[in-house]
């Protein structure tokens, strides 16, 4: 039996769940994302918002269904660009159609000058999460230290997004670890009230 207790073998065991998810089953699921997403997003916010997604790597939920919904919604949407591993993120407005850099750590990111955008909504990807919004990351503490610097100065939605297989238990959170507002999947919504 796998031992589940610590959160590397969470991380191992959601991530290795989510590699096995099919194409067409991974495609599916991003259009099912997008939809609720952003009815999601209506009923928190009107269009002008700044909502904030990830631009997927590896097996992650696609976002890029749900960004071009938002946009076409009027929703001013923004990508993240990693300054340094685990301080918060910087956020620049960006179009669905626009062109990508490729930043220092690999990830896709919108071209270095565009205008800044302060998410209002932010999307954050996962390896693993709990009913009750906490949430694994990769490691790095980047969207920990983003929401957490976020929610000291602003009212600040946060919406995991993920597949129902990356679902875990009980995720042993710590005290500098934030909780999501919401978790959204293929399958559903969890409403977890961390800012409420």
Known sequence: MTDLSTKQALRRHALAQ???????EAHAAAESVARRGLAL???ISGPGAVVSAYWPIRSEISTRPLLEALANAGYRTALPVV??????LRFLLWTPGEDLD???LGLAEPKAGGAVGVPDILF????AFDA???RIGYGGGNFDATIEALRAVRPLTTIGLAYGVQ???RVPAEEHDQ???FVLTEQRIFSCGASS
């Open 18 to 24: 989510r590699d096995l998810i099919e194409p067409r």
């Open 41 to 43: 997003v209506q009923k």
């Open 83 to 88: 300054t340094a591993t685990a301080r918060p």
């Open 102 to 104: 490729v930043g220092p």
């Open 124 to 127: 954050a990807p996962l390896a």
């Open 132 to 134: 009750r919004g906490h």
């Open 167 to 169: 679902e875990v238990d």
């Open 179 to 181: 909780r999501l507002d």
